[in-house]
């Protein structure tokens, strides 16, 4: 299987993938990954040079974002799950129908953002950060959340898309967007080419822009049925049954990213602001780094993922274990060689991030707790990858509830506790605080290897009911 303009059909179908098949269908989604990386790290970089408060509050603000639109991103990705199995028993129309589905999910997205953009100032106003940086905050999560929908429809279409084996045209799409973001944020951060300059509210609408002129490109491509498997006959009308089975899968999905950037969230906006703004602005910028070797770590998880959805549709359950195993040692080498690298030289990685009139004591304070965290976050990658994959497969087989209940209860009672105590009431600094994210990561790795090797995903019937 590769990833051709179009999907195979059911007899072309790859229920043993090779490492070159795994990194063939994977490459389009890497590169899909690392331009949202690149948005991320290009947003902390050029805001970057405005100061520590213009870069703690576009880096955090981002991932509060994110924290928002998780719920809805984490129930489209089971758009993947359906398309592929769908894809896997040859019924393209019953594949298409679920990429409207996503995008209805979407739209719903959208009306709560707009409903959410009046309690912005009050929601960053619980939180102990310095009061420039709650100003700034506020300014982008208002900005940014116009551009929710399209964010989730985005992922929706990329989730479809992928499911039926075609993950070139998401890679076209997360392309433009990131070459957008970044001409959209040389002028409006700076005030180029006579434009004024907006500082970090420029930073959310360039990301606002370029997001939504994106999801406009891939959802005509949709509609237009541009790379898409040829549908013979009627589609069927859209069913809402078949929305209902998907939320039944996907809200747990949407629940089991949500609860983990949730207590993340905490762990960021509760437990860390009594370490002071240079250690948040330290550590997302190590968060920045870490995403280089997380999202094209997620990609391969994301590929493997299409070929264990593919080989159950197919009926070949047992060719799974072989498509996880190979999963996890490609994603697990990528994070180990990325890993080696930042221990090499953590303080060169860190350099970009730092403001060019900082002073000198305020840039070696910057240098010394990023580079520690940077060489301290090596700990949880190997982790994180074996966690990816094996959420993925699990989700692509449908087994989402029991990934919902095994972050929920490691994050909630282990991580977010133990690391509150350990900073708020027993005075740990910013490296206990982050061994205990290696602790969660490897906890939650355990859980799911221990799940996928029950072969309980092996009972579970995704579109058994959408067939009847």
């Not at 949202?36 to 100061?51: E, N, Y």
């Amino acid at each position: 299987m590769s990833a051709a303009t179009t999907a195979p059909g059911p007899d072309a179908i790859v229920t043993r993938p090779t490492i070159g098949q795994l990194v063939a269908l994977a490459a389009p989604v890497v590169v899909s990954r690392s331009a949202q990386v690149v948005v991320g790290f290009t947003d902390a970089a050029m805001v970057g040079q405005l100061g520590e408060s213009a870069l703690a509050a576009t880096t955090t603000g981002a991932m509060n974002v994110f924290n928002i639109l998780v719920l809805p991103m984490g129930i489209v990705f089971v758009v993947q799950s359906f398309a592929a199995q769908m894809t896997g028993k040859g019924d393209a129309a019953g594949a298409r129908r679920y990429g409207w589905y996503g995008l209805a999910l979407a739209l719903l997205t959208q009306v709560v953002c707009f409903a959410a953009i009046p309690l912005v100032d009050d929601g960053v106003a619980l939180f102990d950060y310095d009061s420039d940086v709650k100003s700034l905050m506020a300014t982008y999560l208002g900005v940014r959340l116009l551009s929710g929908g399209a964010a989730i429809g985005l992922e929706a279409l990329g989730a479809w898309y992928g499911g039926v084996g075609n993950t070139r045209l998401p890679m076209m799409a997360q392309i433009c967007a990131m070459a957008l973001n970044v001409v959209f944020n040389w002028i409006l951060i700076y005030g180029h080419l006579g434009a004024p300059a907006m500082g970090v509210e420029g930073a959310a609408l360039a990301s606002t822009i370029s997001t939504t002129l994106a999801f406009a490109l891939l959802l005509g491509l949709f509609a237009m049925r541009v790379g898409a498997p040829a549908v013979t006959g009627s589609r069927g009308r859209l069913k809402l049954s078949e929305l209902t089975r998907l939320l039944r899968f996907g809200i747990p999905s949407g629940l089991n990213w949500f609860i983990e950037f949730l207590a993340f969230s905490f762990f960021i906006n509760v437990t860390l602001p009594v370490l002071g703004t240079s250690a948040i602005a330290a550590l997302m910028s190590v968060m920045q780094l870490n995403s280089v070797a997380f999202m094209p770590a997620f990609a391969l998880a994301s590929a493997g993922a299409i070929f264990v959805g593919q080989a159950i549709g197919k009926d070949a359950r047992d060719d799974v274990p072989h498509t996880v195993r190979l999963t996890m040692m490609a994603a697990a080498g990528w994070m180990g060689l990325v890993g080696a690298v930042y221990v090499v030289a953590p303080r060169f990685f860190m350099r970009p991030f730092i403001a060019d009139d900082a002073s000198a004591a305020a840039t070696e304070q910057f240098l010394q707790i990023g580079a520690h965290m940077l060489v301290l976050s090596c700990l949880w990658q190997l982790f994180d990858a074996a966690s990816m994959v094996l959420s993925e497969a699990l989700r692509a087989a449908g087994d989402t509830l029991f990934c919902f209940l095994a972050r929920f209860g490691i994050a909630w009672a282990f991580f977010v506790p133990g690391a509150w105590l350990t900073v708020r009431k027993f005075g740990g600094d910013e490296s206990a605080a982050v061994l205990w994210l290696a602790g969660y990561l490897g906890l939650l790795a355990l859980a799911l290897w221990l799940r996928f090797r029950s072969g309980r995903w092996r009972t579970i019937e995704m579109t058994e009911e959408i067939l009847v």
